[in-house]
C-alpha cells in the first residue's frame, strides 16, 4: 500500500515570495506522482506529474517539483507566487501505472497574502 | 480533450432520500472510474473503483449497499447515495482513466456537493 504525507496543512506566504510544499511518500512498488491543484468548490487539476525522466519537472504557471528517490520525496516550490495561487494543493501517488488509483496527502492550504 | 463532466454539480435532498450522481467521460472512453469522497478541509479518500460491465470494487469501511455504483457504458458511471443521511453530505469527485492508456494520469470531474438536511 502507499501513503503520502504533505508535512504543512498551511503555509501562509506574501505575494511575490516563494513557496515550496513537502510531500514525502511511501510505497513498497515503483510509484507515479502528482500534484493537484484545487479551487474552493471545484475538482481537481493536474498541475505537475513525474512518470519517468527527468527527475525536475515543470508546469506552464512557474511551479516546478523534483523527485527524488533516495528521500522518497516530491517538493513543490514557485519561486513567486501571486495572489491567484492561493488554493488547497495535493500530492498523490499511483503505483504500477499513471492511471491506477490515487493516495492523495492530506494537503496544503496556500494564502498568498498581498 | 479528456474532459470529464459531473452532474448534478449541487443537491440538496432530505434525509431519507436517494441521490444520483452521475460521471461522464465526454471525448474519450473510460473503462475504469474511481469515485472519492472529500469532507470539508480533508483530503479526497478513495470510495471505490469502478470497471465497465462489472461489478464495482469498495474500498474498505464504504458500505457498498449505501453507495451504489454502475457503470453501464464506457462514458457513464453513477454513483447512487441511497437513504442518505446529513453525515453523507460531503463533496464527491469522480475522476477516468482513457481507455486503452493505463500510464496516462486520471482526469477529474468537476465534483458534486451533497448537502442532506
Known amino acids: 500500500a502507499q501513503s503520502v504525507t504533505q508535512l504543512d496543512s498551511q503555509v501562509p506566504v506574501f505575494e511575490e515570495a516563494p513557496v515550496e510544499l513537502r510531500c514525502n511518500y511511501s510505497?513498497?512498488?515503483?510509484?507515479?506522482l502528482f500534484w493537484y491543484v484545487q479551487y474552493p468548490n471545484q475538482g481537481l487539476q493536474l498541475l505537475l506529474k513525474y512518470l519517468s525522466g527527468s527527475t525536475l519537472v515543470k508546469s506552464i504557471n512557474g511551479f516546478e517539483a523534483e523527485f527524488n528517490k533516495s528521500q522518497t520525496s516530491f517538493h513543490l516550490r514557485k519561486p513567486s507566487v501571486h495572489i491567484s495561487d492561493t488554493a488547497e494543493y495535493f500530492c498523490?501517488?499511483?503505483?504500477?501505472?499513471?492511471?491506477?488509483?490515487?493516495?492523495f496527502g492530506g494537503g496544503t492550504r496556500v494564502l498568498v497574502k498581498p | 480533450g479528456a474532459v470529464v463532466s459531473q452532474h448534478p454539480s449541487r443537491v440538496i435532498c432530505k434525509s431519507g432520500t436517494s441521490v444520483k450522481i452521475e460521471c461522464r467521460s465526454l471525448?474519450?472512453?473510460?473503462?475504469?472510474m474511481f469515485w472519492y469522497r472529500q469532507f470539508p478541509k480533508q483530503s479526497l479518500m478513495l470510495m471505490a473503483t469502478?470497471?465497465?460491465?462489472?461489478?464495482?470494487?469498495?474500498e474498505q469501511g464504504v458500505e457498498k449497499d449505501k453507495f451504489l455504483i454502475n457503470h453501464a457504458s464506457l462514458t457513464l458511471s453513477t454513483l447512487t447515495v441511497t437513504s442518505a443521511h446529513p453525515e453523507d453530505s460531503s463533496f464527491y469527485i469522480c475522476?477516468?482513466?482513457?481507455?486503452?492508456?493505463?500510464?496516462?494520469?486520471?482526469?477529474f470531474g468537476n465534483g458534486t456537493r451533497l448537502t442532506v438536511t
Open positions: 469502478s470497471n465497465e460491465g462489472s461489478k464495482a470494487t469498495y
Open positions: 510505497s513498497s512498488v515503483s510509484v507515479y
Open positions: 498523490a501517488v499511483s503505483a504500477g501505472a499513471a492511471g491506477n488509483k490515487l493516495t
Open positions: 475522476s477516468a482513466r482513457v481507455r486503452g492508456a493505463g500510464n496516462s494520469p486520471l482526469h
Open positions: 471525448d474519450f472512453q473510460a473503462t475504469t
